[in-house]
């Protein structure tokens, strides 16, 4: 890919489109919807840093459409570095900035792949004392075995496919596609 963005067809490393921008858009508002009864403004929106940054902003406004308006924060996990695989290992960059404590939380991320990070997420936000710990992804990739945690708002039912685009990364490009596509 030379920088070139819509795809250049006949480049043959152009990422595939899977989901286009409108069609996230229709996914988010759809979110909205089903997560709006569950939460009030009282609830925490937590935004898994670096990939869920796109999808927290748009999830977000798309909650104050629909009337809820969220406190917010972040967590910011790191597991993959620049490789296409787990480390096996969540590194904890930054931890909260403001006490949750009693509060319900709704941790929002890009991608559930092997699922390490929602579950250190989910530990790490239990351990702070949150009351209540509700999860959403906008992806779910299919993984053979069960994992620890599964989401419980997911967007989209993602091929096996390395992803990138809408906050996913290969190794720190092309988060800012606004399609997802796949580099595989
Ligand atoms: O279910 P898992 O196998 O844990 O994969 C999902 C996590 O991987 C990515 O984060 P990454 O560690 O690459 O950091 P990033 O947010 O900076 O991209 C992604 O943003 C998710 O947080
Ligand atoms: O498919 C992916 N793409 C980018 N980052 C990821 N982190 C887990 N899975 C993925």
Redesign the pocket.
């Given at each position: 890919m030379q920088g070139l963005y819509p795809p250049d067809m006949a480049d043959p490393t152009t990422p595939t489109v899977l989901l286009s921008d409108v069609e996230i858009q229709r996914v988010v508002a759809d979110l909205a919807h089903r997560i709006a009864p569950v939460i009030d403004d009282e609830t925490v929106a937590v935004v898994l840093l670096t990939?869920g940054l796109w999808f927290a902003a748009d999830l977000t406004r798309a909650l104050s459409r629909v009337g809820r308006q969220v406190r917010f924060d972040a967590l910011w996990l790191a597991s993959?570095g620049d490789g296409q695989s787990s480390r096996g290992r969540i590194d904890v960059h930054a931890p909260y900035q403001r006490p949750i404590a009693g509060r319900r939380v709704l941790i929002l991320d890009d991608?559930f792949?092997t699922g390490l990070s929602l579950a250190e997420a989910v530990r790490i936000t239990r351990e702070a004392g949150a009351a209540d710990v509700l999860t959403c992804v906008f992806a779910r990739?299919p993984w053979p075995e069960p994992r620890a945690v599964e989401p419980d708002f997911v967007g989209w039912e993602a091929p096996n496919r390395?992803?990138?685009g809408y906050g996913?990364?290969h190794a720190g490009t092309l988060r800012g596609l606004p399609d997802i596509c796949a580099l595989d």
């Amino acid at each position: 890919m030379q920088g070139l963005y819509p795809p250049d067809m006949a480049d043959p490393t152009t990422p595939t489109v899977l989901l286009s921008d409108v069609e996230i858009q229709r996914v988010v508002a759809d979110l909205a919807h089903r997560i709006a009864p569950v939460i009030d403004d009282e609830t925490v929106a937590v935004v898994l840093l670096t990939g869920g940054l796109w999808f927290a902003a748009d999830l977000t406004r798309a909650l104050s459409r629909v009337g809820r308006q969220v406190r917010f924060d972040a967590l910011w996990l790191a597991s993959y570095g620049d490789g296409q695989s787990s480390r096996g290992r969540i590194d904890v960059h930054a931890p909260y900035q403001r006490p949750i404590a009693g509060r319900r939380v709704l941790i929002l991320d890009d991608v559930f792949d092997t699922g390490l990070s929602l579950a250190e997420a989910v530990r790490i936000t239990r351990e702070a004392g949150a009351a209540d710990v509700l999860t959403c992804v906008f992806a779910r990739k299919p993984w053979p075995e069960p994992r620890a945690v599964e989401p419980d708002f997911v967007g989209w039912e993602a091929p096996n496919r390395f992803l990138v685009g809408y906050g996913l990364d290969h190794a720190g490009t092309l988060r800012g596609l606004p399609d997802i596509c796949a580099l595989d």
